[in-house]
């Protein structure tokens, strides 16, 4: 289609950047999205160059109420179709509950909430329009597992997502737009150093952790078949399996041995 693109937030790092590369691989157009101007203007240059295709950016703070309209309204003015939606933008918080302020929190709840529904509501009805449309919503595995003693809304927002991807398959599937969770365990990113938990990162298991390209390449195979939840690698395809079979107790105790910190 004329004009096609797939818009990526948190494009200029770690999985978001990947899935940018991938898609460019793939042949299509790109608006990317981070905070940034100079790193958009640099990664579009790059990926223009290496993979011959269009690609803008839009420099967003996805924290802020305004973002998906202002990014909506970019991509209209120039006339971009956007058929395939990456929400991957997001951070988590290091302190605890009680010491997070209550305007962290909810800076954090928009990015990794607020701003998905708020971009995906924007861009749907375009997508019916035209009669197909991919989504995806990069979420986590913490989506699966128990509470933890770090980032205490993460996980459960990531929960939240994982149905609201699961609701959007519900209600539009049949008008040819499919949603796609993407659930990645462990990925070597500066996501972990961003949210203040690069120590705990760092006393994982080397097994355990997944290169951002591994997960972002099986994130966009699974977005593009349609399937509904993608959690790349074998390993933690056993893990979640064992997450749904297994009591909390036992696998919060395994953890604790696994990853030090965050279950206590």
Not at 197 to 208: A, I, N
Request: net charge positive; charged share 20%; with cysteine.
């Amino acid at each position: 289609m004329k004009n096609s693109y797939a818009l990526i937030t948190g494009a200029t790092s770690g999985i978001g950047l990947e899935i940018s590369k991938d898609l460019a691989k793939r042949g299509f157009n790109l608006v990317l999205v981070a905070r940034t101007k100079e790193k958009l203007n640099q990664t579009a240059k790059e990926l223009i160059q290496e993979y011959n295709i269009k690609c803008d950016y839009f420099a967003s703070d996805l924290t802020l109420i305004n973002s998906p309209e202002e990014i909506y309204q970019f991509t209209s003015k120039k006339l971009y179709s956007v058929d395939i939606l990456v929400n991957n933008a997001g951070y988590a918080l290091p302190n605890a509950f009680h010491i997070n302020s209550m305007e962290d929190e909810e800076k954090c709840i928009r990015l990794l909430g607020t701003s998905v529904i708020a971009l995906t509501k924007k861009y749907i009805n375009d997508m019916i329009s035209n009669g197909s449309g991919k989504i995806m919503i990069v979420s986590s595995v913490a989506a699966f597992a128990p509470a933890s003693a770090l980032q205490a809304l993460y996980g459960p927002i990531k929960t939240f997502m994982n149905r609201f991807s699961e609701t959007l398959n519900y209600n539009y599937n049949s008008m040819g737009i499919t949603s796609t969770a993407l659930c990645p365990g462990y990925t070597v990113t500066n996501f972990h150093t961003a949210s203040g938990v690069q120590d705990e990162m760092d006393s994982v298991p080397k097994f355990l952790k997944k290169s951002a390209k591994r997960i972002a390449v099986e994130g966009v195979e699974a977005m593009i078949k349609g399937k509904k939840v993608s959690v790349p690698t074998k390993t933690w395809k056993l893990i979640v399996l064992l997450l749904k079979i297994v009591p909390n107790w036992f696998f919060s105790q395994l953890s604790g041995i696994l990853a030090p910190g965050r279950y206590k």
